[in-house]
């Protein structure tokens, strides 16, 4: 009893003093953030035929559909061209900065914005992929992604060593301006009734943007430090609380592909993967799709090995080398789905989904290699020019914050 | 967390080649001893009053969490005993944000190519009526797929999800059911006409009065290897005619007017 007592209790110092997983939520935020940004450069060209208010799913049928289940999308908004251009150079713009991790926990509320206003806007238009972005977005904004990697992460500890220099904290001037252009942007849109369909979106879009007034002031005026602790014990309950859920969701997501496969004969028989591959929408490659399925063996060993990796990898959390060998089986088998399925966002959404679990010292390294690789390539292009960069988590493993790996 | 920043600077320190850093990268070589850059944060940092807070919003975050995960878990399990009980609630909970399917290819892979195929009844220059060979849209479409490493959504979803979605909504006479019957009707009634409009079908000077569309399914063959046997033989399903209404003949959508101004220009 007094184990169990004790095991509570450190649960509980545990959720509340640091919010877990910096690396990881970093590492997803920007998985995202990249999947959604390429997607929309990608489809730019076909931007007006997916999402515009003269494409084929056009703009009454868009308000049609909407008017049933309330979904958010700000381009219902209006059907005016140049109200879409907006939105789309917007979400663009919101995963860039997203990307850098520039304001993380204002630009994850506005990339989410952007992802539902687009993809809401033509349902029909999506995939697994598009509704793995879907749930991630909404996901992220109550997190603390922008702990490393991030232009914030710069900010802080930069901010950091100028007080263990002893000089004074600049005020933040253009926080409190973006907070108060968007409380203008918000206060106008619900006040013309364009948030009166379903609450999800508008609650969370008033709750981070109070939540932020609140921390502000408390940052200023609070006399003491407890209400500023306070908040931030709040901050990190609830970006682990969304941790978990990402964590789960991703469970959920290979549980649910894993299961319903068992019962499909063609997965029992060893056949499924041939017919995917021969599917018209399905296959770039023809000649590669041959190869693979031309032996009956290789074909079945995939299949199995598919069905056996998605059911079972939800109950290798428990175990950390079993866990990194699937994860490293699921993100191959990802990138190869990409190619040979013809599905490159769809897999790249799930990498980044599947990044969640990497374990932290394999995060770091990563992270160093990139740093290196973009000092590599600043000192080439400015040839021995100052580099002030942020140094990156270059530091060797340390099998001390192992633990943080993969919370669990 | 920031034990680890303050770490990795300090460690990063003495590799530093050139020595116009900020100054304070170069933070005294740090002793091996953990660095505790701030004061303890977290519960104990608090006083009761400020406890009982913390506790209140670990409680909610708690139950919101674990409601979310019941939530999501009871919208991708199959129907049981829990959800024909609380449908509505569940239902209420993830819609429609929260939707999710991930059962491509589950609980079996399709198994057929369904190519959607249309023709168009043209009025033209001439003042005759001519009625198109079929366009095999699909197959325009895998076209466009082969070879590439990044199919647009445009060419592989599109199409083939307007007509699943047009085969969800309509009974077997193809009469529609319901508000998204019609909506999944003149979706795909757009889509065939943008893609018309594309292939010039009206040619010079005619017009698009009305289009049909039909579905045609083909098994996949099963492997060489394999000693099943498929029937070769497509089987096809027709849907009437429909007329395109006038203001629209010009064909849905950007590439319509686009193609209209560049012959204006012409």
Not at chain 1, 95 to 115: E, H, Q, Y
Not at chain 1, 176 to 198: I, S, Y
Not at chain 2, 85 to 96: E, L, M, R, S, V
Not at chain 2, 153 to 179: K, S
């Amino acid at each position: 009893m007094n184990r169990f007592a004790l095991g509570i209790s450190a649960a509980i110092a545990r959720v509340t003093e640091s919010a877990l997983g910096p690396y990881q939520t970093a590492v997803i935020r920007i998985g995202f953030t990249a999947t959604w940004l390429l997607f929309l450069l990608r489809e730019f060209p076909h931007r007006q035929e997916l999402y515009g208010p003269d494409g084929p799913w056009d703009f009454d049928l868009a308000q049609q559909l909407i008017g049933t289940n309330g979904s958010f999308t700000a381009l219902i908004w209006s059907s005016s061209q140049f109200w879409f251009e907006s939105v789309y150079a917007f979400a663009v713009l919101t995963s860039v900065l997203l990307l850098l991790g520039w304001r993380t926990r204002t630009m994850s509320v506005l990339f989410m914005v952007g992802v539902l206003s687009l993809q809401n806007r033509s349902i029909f238009m999506g995939d697994g992929g598009d509704n793995v972005l879907h749930l991630m977005c909404v996901y992220l904004v109550f997190t603390r992604c922008g702990q490393v990697w991030s232009l914030d992460g710069r900010r802080a500890r930069l901010a950091r060593e100028a007080r263990a220099r002893g000089e004074r904290d600049r005020p933040d001037r253009l926080g409190p301006v973006l907070w108060a252009v968007l409380g203008f942007a918000l206060v106008a849109v619900t006040a013309t009734g364009r948030l009166d369909g379903d609450l999800t979106v508008p609650v969370i879009l008033w709750g981070v943007w109070l939540a932020q007034a609140v921390w502000w002031l408390v940052g200023r005026r609070a006399s003491t430090a407890e209400p500023r602790i306070l908040l931030d014990v709040v901050g990190n309950i609830v970006h682990n609380g969304a941790l978990l859920v990402i964590m789960a969701e991703a469970c959920l997501i290979y549980a649910t592909a894993g299961w319903y496969k068992i019962q499909g004969s063609r997965w029992q028989d060893g056949t499924a993967v041939h017919y995917p591959l021969h599917l018209d929408y399905f296959s770039p490659w023809p000649a590669l799709a041959e190869l693979l399925s031309s032996s009956g063996l290789m074909v079945m060993l995939i299949t199995y090995g598919t069905v056996i990796v998605q059911v079972a990898f939800p109950f290798t959390l428990f175990n950390r080398r079993v866990k990194n060998v699937l994860l490293a089986a699921m993100i191959t088998e990802h990138a190869v789905i990409a190619v040979v399925l013809g599905l490159p966002f769809f897999s790249l959404a799930m990498i980044a989904a599947d990044a969640v679990f990497l374990p932290t010292t394999f995060l770091r390294r990563l992270g160093g290699w990139a740093a290196r690789a973009r000092g590599g390539l600043s000192r080439l292009l400015r040839r021995g020019d100052d580099r002030t960069e942020l140094p990156g988590p270059r530091t060797p493993e340390n099998p001390e914050h192992a633990h943080v790996g993969f919370t669990a | 967390m920031d034990a680890y920043d303050a770490g990795s600077a300090a460690r990063h320190g003495p590799d530093e080649e050139t020595r116009d850093a900020p100054p304070a990268v170069a933070s005294p070589p740090a002793p091996p001893a953990p660095v505790i850059p701030e004061p303890r944060t977290g519960v104990a940092a608090l006083s009761l009053r400020y406890q009982v807070g913390a506790a209140l919003a670990l409680a909610v975050v708690a139950i919101a969490v674990c409601v979310h995960i019941g939530m999501v878990f009871l919208h991708v399990a199959p129907l049981n005993t829990v959800t024909k009980q609380h449908g509505k609630a569940i239902d209420d909970w993830i819609y429609p944000e929260f939707e999710q399917n991930w059962k491509l290819f589950a609980p079996n892979p399709l198994q057929q190519n369904i190519a959607v195929q249309v023709r168009a009844q043209v009025d033209t220059a001439d003042g005759g009526t001519r009625t198109t060979g079929w366009y095999d849209l699909s197959a325009q479409d895998g076209r466009a797929i082969d070879g590439n490493l990044l199919p647009s959504h445009t060419q592989q979803n599109e199409l083939r999800r307007a007509w699943d979605f047009f085969v969800a909504t309509h009974d077997a006479q193809n009469r529609p059911v319901g508000l998204r019957g019609a909506l999944s009707e003149t979706y795909l009634r757009h889509i065939v006409q943008l893609r018309l409009d594309r292939a010039n079908a009206a040619g010079d000077g005619g017009v698009v009065e009305r289009v049909q569309v039909r579905s045609r399914t083909t098994n996949v063959r099963p492997p060489e290897w394999s000693d099943e046997q498929v029937s070769d033989r497509p089987t096809d399903r027709i849907l009437p005619w429909w007329s395109v209404p006038a203001e629209q003949t010009g064909g849905a959508g950007g590439a319509g007017a686009l193609r209209q101004a560049e012959e204006g220009v012409r």
